[in-house]
C-alpha cells in the first residue's frame, strides 16, 4: 500500500515540476520579443521526461495542465497557439512514431505532420483571426526552410532525450 501511495506521490511530484518548468518557458515566450521558439522547444523537451520516467498517460494529462494553465495565466494567448498544436505534444507523438523503427517512415511521418500543422496555423492566422500574412510569392522557400528548422528541432530533440538519459535520469532516480 505504501508503495502504491509512493508512486502516485512521485507522479503527481515529477508532473507539477515539469508543469512549473514548461509554464517558465512559456511565459518567457510570452514576455520576450525573440527566441520565442527556442522557449516552445524547450518546454516541449519536458514532457519526454515525462514519457520516459512515468508514461505516455501522465505526460498527456500533464500536457493538458500545462495548456489549461498556461491559458489562463498568461497573457498573450495568441502566442500559445504553435505550443498547444504542436509544441507540447510533441514529445507524445515522437515516442510512438519512432517505436515503428524504420528511419524512413518515421521520417515521411514526422514531416507530414509537421506540414499539417504549420497549415492548420496558417488557417487559424489567416482565416479565423484575420490576419494577412503575404507569402504567395515565397511559398515554397518559405516551406522548405520551415521543415529545415523542423528536422534540426528533431534532431536536436532526440539530442536532448539522449542527454536526459545518460547524464539527468541517473541523477533523478537517486532522489
Known sequence: ????HNNIGRKVSFGGIITALSLICLYMSNILPTNRLLFYAISSMFISAIVIEIGVPTAVITCIAIDILAFT????KILLIPYILFFGYYGILKYYIEKLNHIVIEWVIKILYYNSIMALIYYIVTKVMGETINIKNYLWFIIILLEVAFIIYDIGYSLGISYYNQHIRKRIKKI
Do not use: V
Open 73 to 76: 495565466i498568461l497573457p498573450n
Open 1 to 4: 500500500m505504501n508503495n502504491t
